[in-house]
């Protein structure tokens, strides 16, 4: 495995570092320990997206929901999905379409 971009996310309900990993054929978005995102929303949802804002919008790919129960969460990213132009990882509630964070995929030139 390894880190091949980071995203630094900030908001109002979400901070916290997000890893980019690449695991033989597949890529994970893993949000590590220390990780924080404001409990009470129902189904908080991680994205990547084409918006420099983190706006939430149907051109999204949603790739997970986060789970506040684990210590780690990990997301699969389809790898067709081009990262070049989707590097914004969105944190937000679906529900409620509220936004929570997000953050820029920097990615390492390995």
Known sequence: MKII????????????TAELIRNNN?????FAKGFWVET?????????????LGKIDIKNTDIGRYE??????EFTVPLTLDLAKNNIVVVYCKQYQAY???????????
Request: proline share 9%; glycine share 12%.
């Open 100 to 110: 929570f964070g997000h953050g820029v995929l920097s990615f390492t030139g390995d």
């Open 40 to 52: 009470g929303a129902p189904d908080v949802t991680v994205a990547l997206s084409p918006n420099p």
């Open 26 to 30: 597949s890529l994970l978005l893993r």
């Open 68 to 73: 506040y129960s684990k210590a780690v969460n």
């Open 5 to 16: 971009a980071t995203a630094k996310i900030d908001g109002p309900e979400a901070k916290g």
